[in-house]
């Protein structure tokens, strides 16, 4: 590799560069690792004139709320692992005023590990001055208001703890100027950047803010009556309480539901009050499940009017089972709001996902006015310049379940679900995720920001993280070495998409050290075998062991793209060895994996002998990355084509598949596996969006039924929208940045038309029988057949 920093690292063009800092970072005691704890900090100023333009500078960890003279600004960061802080930079001189003003902050460390510390940073300028900074100066309060040992919501640290909150401990003015801290405290002060550990790196935001729309529920999926009995000895977790069947209202009241789907005032609620009147055995709740129609992304917020101690309890879900609302068995979303007497508004601090929400109110036998109830849907801006369009409405309608799934999965990072972990998982994003994103919104910020974080979270043995958090994926065992693979390719994919060569020569060592991890487990043959770790591969019930076809498949794809990498960087005798590494491979991979009787390729060779198991994923993979001849790979596509006993790709790894029919150019191949598989199994089964496999109440995963639930927003099967807008109209990138591109339909038997969204501009292709018309911004060179 060349020693020469210039050619490997270009730093400007890779990592954002940061500001000198005058703010100290805050806490409010010495204390460094808390489990959720919820920490309030204000500091009021006085400014001689209105101030036209301001801007606030913050960041936090884990989340916090601002505030500005009572008006809440905004939310934020972005997630970041415990080393950096990502800024967030708000333009502020509208809240602000002539005279007193006052900053108010709302800090929770209710996300990620458990060893993260908490802490606060801020600036304000105006007229190009700092007017303020966090420093010894601010007051902070801990207010018992907020529960802390409240359970989380799934198994995944991306994901915030339920939310108890108490109103009545908290005074609603404590944003506002002039109100009295005098028994407040002192800050903490941690120290200034970039000495205060552990944020060693402070970015600012490069990804714009998410976008914010309220939303209201579409329908009242039922309504119903619940015993009120107390969960004493689990009542941190809400949804024991919340998944209780009840039975037809009777004695509890719910009147006018339905203004709440018509953002109109008139929904009364309250508890049975017989008990009061005739010593009745028990107090009914009231209980409500809304459906909003699909699966969204968003933070529940409510107006109401209810006299003290009143109760509202919060539950979601993104599906129903057997038709009624149960979130124990599987992601406990929940939140709980004790009402304080009289008119009052509150919005909780975390996003959820769900589809349908149930409302039950507990601890009020007198009448509670719900005024308002909403989700405010919280995504990543995207801008939908990508699209497919045709006259088979079920591939429409697939290319859109695609699209909304991965628009679902990003807020301020990738997720490879909202539902259950909301991590930024490397391979689900690196394999599927970027390029639909490129082929339908056409955005690269979002991807950039992935890469660098990913590249930032290697452990110790040279792969990266399977997320970018750094807890549990730090053990060897527990690191997925085939998502550092689809990494790889993802890395040269965002440089061919963007033109962007600095992500790849500052990523680059990177790439190599996962090579190196690599070339401690070619055998004598020159193929891997018994790679350690977690080797994943698909959620299907494939050979992963031993030396694996399926796992050699993906290592030369790999090594493609990492001898292109080495090239770019002019490291010519890396690039020379990966070249004949990859093609060591792909002359030993016949001769390793392929059953001649079958003419198929089997999963491993496990002690010299071919393992027993045939798979989709093997057979695909070697057709996907060129370890095959042309020859064996026509004769396979035929013998899959007329019916092949064979473990089948589960939706992830079904993106393979895709790819491979790609590149030999069966298109009709591709459009048949979407019908089949996302049509029928997903649209058809009343999925708005792509779930995680192609059941939901179970999986096969092992070989063997197991009732172990799936969601229903996974991004990582949405790999469909890239087909249908990219890969059916035969488009390749030729050069970087989309400057040149070969344009070759692989189907001539559908007439559709396709909008691919490239840097310069937009590129549109429209088949219709033989007839091709394609358009495309200046300074694209095309390269396609004739009609």
Aim: charged share 25%; glycine share 8%; net charge negative.
């Amino acid at each position: 590799m060349s020693n020469d920093p210039q050619v490997v690292f270009a730093l400007s063009e890779s990592v954002p560069q940061t500001r000198r800092w005058e703010a100290e970072w805050l806490w409010d005691g010495p204390l460094e690792y808390e489990r959720n704890a919820f920490v309030l900090f204000r500091r009021e100023f006085d400014l001689p004139d209105a101030a036209a333009a301001a801007v606030c500078r913050i960041t936090a960890s884990q989340r916090y709320r601002l505030w500005i003279n009572g008006t809440r600004v905004g939310d934020g960061p972005p997630f970041c692992a415990p080393h950096e802080a990502m800024v967030d930079e708000r333009e502020i001189g509208s809240f602000l005023c002539r005279g007193k003003n006052a900053i108010a902050v709302l800090l929770n460390t209710g996300m990620g590990h458990h060893t993260w510390r908490g802490g606060l940073l801020c600036e304000i300028e105006a007229g190009g001055e700092r007017i303020l900074k966090t420093d010894a100066s601010w007051t902070c309060c801990r207010p018992p208001a907020w529960r802390t040992d409240t359970h989380r919501s799934s198994m995944n640290a991306s994901l915030s703890f339920q939310e108890h909150f108490d109103a009545a401990l908290l005074s609603p003015d404590w944003t506002q100027p002039g109100f009295d801290d005098a028994d407040w405290s002192r800050v903490h002060v941690i120290g200034a950047p970039p000495c205060a550990v552990p944020w060693k790196q402070i970015h600012p935001r490069e990804i714009p803010f998410p976008e914010e729309v309220p939303l209201h529920a579409e329908r009242i999926s039922y309504t119903e009556e619940c015993m009120g009995v107390e969960n004493r000895n689990r009542s941190e977790d809400l949804s024991i309480s919340l998944s209780a069947c009840g039975r037809p209202v009777e004695l509890a009241r719910i009147e006018d539901p339905e203004a709440l789907l018509e953002w109109r005032d008139g929904c009364t609620l309250a508890c049975s009050d017989r008990h009061l009147k005739t010593g009745y055995d028990g107090m009914h709740d009231p209980c409500l499940v809304l459906d909003f129609g699909r699966v969204i992304t968003g933070q529940l917020q409510f107006e109401c009017t209810a006299p003290a101690g009143a109760i509202l309890e919060f539950g979601y879900v993104e599906d129903l089972i057997d038709g009624h609302f149960n979130n124990a068995i599987e992601n406990q979303f929940a939140d709980k709001y004790c009402c304080r007497d009289g008119r009052q508004s509150h919005c909780f601090l975390a996003w959820r996902a769900f589809r349908y929400l149930k409302v039950r109110l507990r601890n009020c036998p007198q009448a509670l006015q719900l005024h308002r109830l909403e989700a405010v849907q919280v995504r990543y801006p995207f801008e939908e310049r990508g699209c497919f369009q045709t006259s088979d409405e079920t591939l429409n309608a697939v290319c859109r379940m695609c699209r909304d799934t991965i628009r679902l999965c990003a807020i301020d990072q990738f997720m490879d679900t909202p539902c259950r972990e909301s991590a930024q998982w490397l391979g689900d994003v690196s394999a599927v995720t970027l390029g639909g994103v490129y082929a339908c919104f056409g955005d690269t910020r979002l991807a950039e920001k992935f890469l660098r974080q990913s590249a930032s979270a290697r452990v110790p043995v040279g792969l990266l993280s399977n997320t970018n958090q750094l807890g549990k994926d730090g053990m060897v065992d527990r690191v997925i070495p085939d998502y550092s693979l689809w990494w790889i390719m993802a890395l040269w994919q965002h440089y061919m998409y963007s033109g962007q060569a600095g992500r790849v020569r500052a990523y680059y060592p990177e790439l190599i050290r996962i090579v190196r991890f690599h070339l401690d487990y070619l055998n004598k043959q020159g193929l891997l075998e018994d790679v350690p770790g977690w080797v994943f591969i698909d959620w299907a019930p494939v050979e992963k062991g031993g030396c694996n076809a399926i796992y050699n498949a993906l290592f030369t794809g790999a090594l493609d793209a990492a001898e292109k990498a080495a090239r770019l960087v002019e490291d010519t005798a890396s690039a020379n060895h990966l070249a004949t590494l990859a093609a060591t491979i792909r002359a030993q991979f016949e001769d390793a994996f392929l059953d001649s009787k079958q003419g198929l390729f089997h999963d491993a060779r496990v002690q010299g002998a071919l393992s027993e198991r045939v798979s989709e994923h093997a057979n695909y993979a070697a057709l996907r990355w060129g370890c095959c001849s042309e020859a064996v790979g026509r004769d396979i596509l035929e013998r899959f084509d007329h019916g092949v006993e064979a473990v089948a790709c589960q939706p992830f790894f079904a993106s393979v598949m895709l790819a491979a029919m790609a590149r030999y150019g069966r298109g009709d191949l591709g459009l048949r596996l979407i019908r089949e598989r996302w049509g029928k199994r997903m649209l058809r089964n009343d999925r708005a969006t792509c779930s995680e496999e192609w059941t939901i109440n179970g999986t096969w995963r092992s070989g063997e039924w197991k009732g172990i639930m799936r969601t229903l927003s996974h991004a990582w099967s949405a790999s469909p929208a890239e087909f249908l807008i990219r890969c059916l109209p035969g488009i390749e990138i030729l050069e970087p940045g989309c400057k040149a591109l070969r344009i070759a339909p692989i189907t001539r038997e559908l007439d559709f038309e396709s909008v691919f969204p490239t840097p310069p501009g937009a590129v549109r292709v429209a088949c219709h029988g033989k007839q091709i018309k394609i358009s495309a911004p200046d300074g694209v060179r095309i390269e396609s057949p004739p009609s």
